[in-house]
């Protein structure tokens, strides 16, 4: 099962079983829900802004340990970020899933993100490794930051 | 190896594991060759001309209604309308006779196990006329038991919709005790067979049934073409579904009458190739005998309970007795998401299908989100049960030592 060690990595199993990042953070500024209607894969990320800032971020829901752990990974690589930062770096992990080039600096900036690049290969599974990125994306385009 | 994947082009000599028959069967060279024959030789619009090609065409589709309607046992053959699928079949029920019929506190009884395309249609249709919306609820086997039909179908139900398999559970319903329960209190039933046709004969005057339907793609039928079967009184009765074409008698500029059955419920050029495909899937099925494939099948899916039950980590959702339990087998692996063995199963080229299965209240009592549901067919063998029973203990192995971490 060569294909499985190439999609189901260390990184990629450790954060779907496992996520530090799975749990409620004291008064997030705002949170919103994912949901994956056909598989029932549902998230919600609550997000901690210092003005533009994202202080902090986690999440809670069940899924997949693709939709798990892309939740997870997100999070860690988004941390610290300012909200024109993330949105880049979302259209840039998005792109990665539509099997789109990326150039040496939009990969450094996925950091372990990158993790998923196998998953582009998979179509049955890209709704799964985007709904953490899509809410995200959702969220900071409707509340217009 | 088993002969009958020889006639299937998409599994013979091929690699792939199809455990996936209750989503859709593979289709035997047959159907295939009856559907592109028609298309090569008799296609024409049928009903519409007056010349000798389209005059075939009718008569290849009326030859296609017949033996559906024999199939069934039905009496007359215009009581057999021709869909796109079952789904549609079920919206024609509920959009003319529940729409017609149902009054305000009337009651339309159905099982939780019910697909959502016999849910949904009733949902929306019972708000609109007011009327209620039960549920038949399965005990800790899984099953349907007298005490709760008896509960649950009672004076004021008008309508009963009931499927013959659960297609999560495989568990088989007693249809016949149940549309007489629905008739001793004026209830109509309607019956969905998508998940057991191509397993079990169904007989429409033995069972009294008022409306039956099912999809023609999961008994080795083409995809696109379906059935429903209702009583001749009461789809005389009914209003028109569909508006146009071919379903009309006169027009006039602000008025219509419509045409006779069947023609009533078939509005527009119709999916003749594949009622021919649907005929030659019947006829396929009938030489092959429903006992014959009954008997392969039993052995296949009651090895594969067993072997699955041998596996510590693994959780059934189907009735323990195997005389309740058709060819679908839903199961979970503790601490692993049906949608990751599917794409691991995928790895060895075994299909499976992973969600919720369109029964989301079904999931929503058993309390859980999705299952793994494999599901066979008599072209399926012991060695696919062994396959896939080898590759479920690799990604478990391939998967413990995570667990583990996250207890
Ligand atoms: C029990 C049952 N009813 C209805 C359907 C709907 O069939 P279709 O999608 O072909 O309309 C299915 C299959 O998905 C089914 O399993």
Redesign the pocket.
């Known amino acids: 099962m060569e294909q499985f060690d190439d999609m189901y990595t260390d990184l990629i199993m450790e954060h779907s079983m496992n996520s530090p990042n799975k749990k409620n953070i004291d008064s997030p500024t705002c949170s919103l829900k994912g949901h994956n209607p056909n598989c029932g894969d549902e998230i919600e990320l609550e997000v901690k802004l210092d003005g533009d800032k994202i202080e902090d971020m986690s999440f809670v829901g069940h899924g997949c340990a693709i939709s798990q752990s892309s939740t997870s990974i997100m999070i860690d690589t988004l941390r610290g970020k300012t909200l024109t930062e993330a949105k880049n770096i979302i259209a840039i992990f998005l792109k990665m899933i539509r099997r789109e080039s990326l150039t040496n600096e939009e990969k450094d900036l996925l950091k372990d993100s990158i993790a998923f690049e196998n998953i582009s290969n998979m179509p049955a599974r890209v709704k799964c490794v985007e709904l953490a990125w899509r809410t995200l994306d959702d969220m900071l385009n409707k509340k217009n930051i | 190896m088993n002969d009958y994947k020889n006639d299937f082009p998409l599994l013979k000599d091929s690699n792939i594991i199809y455990l996936d028959s209750?989503?859709t069967s593979q289709k035997p060279l047959c159907v295939i060759d009856a559907e592109d024959e028609f298309y090569k030789k008799y296609n024409a619009n049928p009903y519409r001309g007056a010349y000798d090609l389209s005059v075939k065409a009718t008569s290849k589709y009326n030859e296609a209604r017949h033996e559906v309607a024999k199939f069934l046992n039905s009496k007359y053959d215009e009581e057999i309308i021709f869909t796109k699928?079952?789904?549609e079949a079920l919206n024609l029920i509920a959009y003319t006779y529940g729409l017609d019929n149902l009054q305000q506190n009337d009651k339309v009884v159905l099982s939780i196990m019910e697909?959502h395309?016999?849910l949904v249609p009733w949902q929306k249709i019972s708000k609109q006329k007011n009327a209620k919306l039960e549920y038949m609820y399965i005990n800790k086997n899984f099953e349907l038991d007298k005490e709760e039909i008896d509960k649950k179908i009672t004076k004021g139900t008008k309508v009963v919709g009931i499927?013959s398999v659960s297609?999560v559970l495989g568990t088989i319903n007693d249809i016949e005790y149940i549309i007489k329960k629905a008739h001793s209190v004026g209830a109509k039933v309607v019956v969905?067979i998508?998940?057991s046709i191509a397993h079990m004969p169904f007989d429409v005057q033995k069972t009294d049934a008022d409306f039956v339907v099912f999809?023609g793609?999961?008994m080795y039928g083409p995809l696109g073409i379906?059935v429903l079967y209702g009583k001749k009184e009461l789809l005389e009765n009914m209003s028109p579904f569909l508006m146009g074409g071919d379903m009309i008698e006169y027009v006039y500029e602000q008025s219509t009458t419509y045409a006779p059955l069947p023609h009533k419920f078939e509005a527009g050029t119709q999916n003749v190739a594949g009622a021919v495909g649907l005929m030659t899937a019947i006829k396929y099925i009938q030489s092959i005998g429903y006992q014959t494939i009954e008997s392969i099948e039993k052995a296949i899916s009651n090895y594969a309970y067993s072997e699955l039950s041998k596996l510590p980590y693994i959780e059934l959702y189907c009735p323990k007795d195997e005389t309740k339990r058709s060819e679908v087998i839903s199961f979970n692996m503790k601490g692993i998401h049906p949608h990751d063995v599917s794409t691991m199963l995928d790895f060895s080229h075994i299909c499976i299908r992973a969600g919720n299965h369109?029964a989301q209240p079904l999931m929503r009592y058993l309390g859980i989100d999705s299952t793994c549901r494999i599901s066979f067919s008599f072209y399926n063998t012991k060695e696919d049960v062994d396959n896939l029973v080898i590759a479920l203990k690799g990604i478990y192995s391939k998967f413990e030592k995570y667990i583990k971490v996250a207890k």
Request: proline share 0%; net charge neutral.
């Open positions: 209750g989503a699928n079952a789904t697909h395309s016999n499927l297609n969905d998508s998940q999809s793609h999961k379906g369109c």
